[in-house]
């Protein structure tokens, strides 16, 4: 168990719908990060937070927003969703005041269908 | 742009043989290269990871090799267990500080035969 925890574990939705995915990082990591995994794309980064301010960007669709709160769980919004979005949706949070990278510890993730 | 290759797709050893994943990045500025293994409905778990200003390091049966000349690093896996079946993911670290991103390897499904 990393101690990342997020929910919902499975969610099956329909096309032009809008979802939101719930994540909570490790205890005392202010970083969080988003990913999706598909079969075709494999693992790729969507977005990261750090401490409520966004740091970092992928290749992640304008129809997909993210924010962190000041408790520091952080919730991805999936809008207008198609068919091509299905996927595992992951969290990670890394720890701060590491000057070269950041070890990233991976939640359960959750199981998006787009039907 | 940024870029990480990982080889062979899919392995398969007998329990007891070694196993050598291997991947090569693009990004010169990648400073930090970890390694996760995914079992199948679960999320990935890093297992290893290494910096830049290291060239081995090693973790019980598993370790880690970086040659950042040539943009490679590898994972061994010695004396395979059942267990160890599962898919491996290299990743390379792009950014700074407590800024960036992971850019993962297509991923290594490696099985275990008893």
């Known amino acids: 168990d990393s101690g990342v925890t997020q929910t919902p574990k499975h969610l099956i939705t329909a096309t032009g719908q809008r979802v939101t995915l719930r994540c909570s990082p490790r205890?005392?990591?202010?970083?969080v990060y988003w990913y999706q995994q598909s079969l075709d794309q494999g693992l790729q980064f969507l977005i990261q937070?750090?401490?409520?301010?966004?740091?970092a960007k992928g290749n992640i669709l304008e129809r997909f927003s993210a924010q962190q709160f000041p408790d520091l769980h952080s919730e991805l919004n999936l809008s207008s969703l198609e068919l091509g979005d299905s996927a595992l949706y992951f969290c990670a949070s890394s720890p701060q005041g590491l000057s070269v990278g950041a070890p990233q510890y991976f939640g359960p993730g959750t199981r998006l269908l787009v039907l | 742009g940024e870029n990480v290759e990982q080889h062979p797709s899919t392995l398969s050893v007998q329990e007891g043989d070694s196993a050598v994943i291997k991947c090569t990045y693009s990004d010169s500025a990648s400073n930090y290269f970890p390694w996760y293994k995914q079992e199948l409905g679960k999320g990935p778990q890093l297992i290893i990871d290494i910096r830049s200003n290291v060239g081995e390091k090693k973790d019980q049966r598993i370790a880690v090799t970086l040659n950042k000349t040539a943009k490679h690093f590898s994972l061994h896996i010695t004396e395979t267990q059942p267990e160890d079946s599962a898919v491996y993911f290299c990743?390379?670290?792009?950014?700074?500080?407590?800024?960036?991103?992971?850019?993962f390897g297509q991923g290594t499904t490696l099985q275990v035969k008893p």
């Open positions: 990743a390379a670290h792009s950014g700074s500080g407590n800024t960036g991103k992971l850019i």
């Open positions: 937070y750090y401490n409520g301010e966004e740091r």
């Open positions: 205890s005392g990591d202010l970083s």
